[in-house]
């Protein structure tokens, strides 16, 4: 979502706040709070690059205080998962049938990036959907490249990863 509403404007006159200087020569409570947030959203983007702030993306789904109310949220959330390797997160949406026993992640692997190809079904009311995605990666200095079409199931209101073709 993109934060639309207008400038603040404080007694009348525009306020722009640009430093930390400004902020003890103007200390007004709401405008910090949304500069805070703000600043969030440029230096805290998603890592599964939604271009929205990771506190307002994946970052709720991951802390379980949201479930992921679409396959491709869940495909996002999951990426976002591998990418800060919380294996447990990955394991708890991974469909019993399919899921391992465990998961090592490697730990030298850095993700660089995820990009949604296509999404067929997988909606809040669906029961089935595929996320086709790219996910990009760096070992060892050697850079990788993942294509693959996801399934997701839904049961009991939470979307599950099922299985996926490499493509
Ligand atoms: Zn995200």
Redesign the pocket.
């Known amino acids: 979502m993109v934060d639309e509403r207008p400038p603040l404007d404080i007694e009348g006159t525009s306020i722009r706040i640009d430093s930390l200087d400004a902020w003890n020569e103007h200390p007004i409570p709401d405008i910090k709070s949304v500069r805070k947030s703000e600043e969030s959203t440029m230096l805290n983007p998603?890592?599964?690059?939604?271009g929205?702030p990771?506190d307002d993306?994946?970052g709720p789904h991951l802390s379980a205080r949201t479930i992921a109310p679409t396959a491709e949220a869940l495909m996002?959330?999951r990426y976002?998962a591998f990418a800060t390797g919380q294996a447990d997160y990955l394991l708890a949406t991974w469909h019993p049938t399919t899921r391992p026993a465990t998961l090592t992640l490697e730990p030298g692997l850095r993700w660089l990036g995820l990009k949604i190809l296509s999404t067929e079904a997988g909606g809040a009311t669906d029961q089935e959907g595929w996320v086709t995605f790219v996910a990009r990666s760096k070992l060892q200095g050697r850079a990788q490249r993942l294509q693959e079409r996801s399934r997701f199931v839904r049961e009991h209101g939470r979307w599950f990863y099922l299985d996926g073709e490499l493509g």
């Open positions: 998603c890592l599964c690059g939604s929205r990771f993306c994946c996002r959330s976002s």
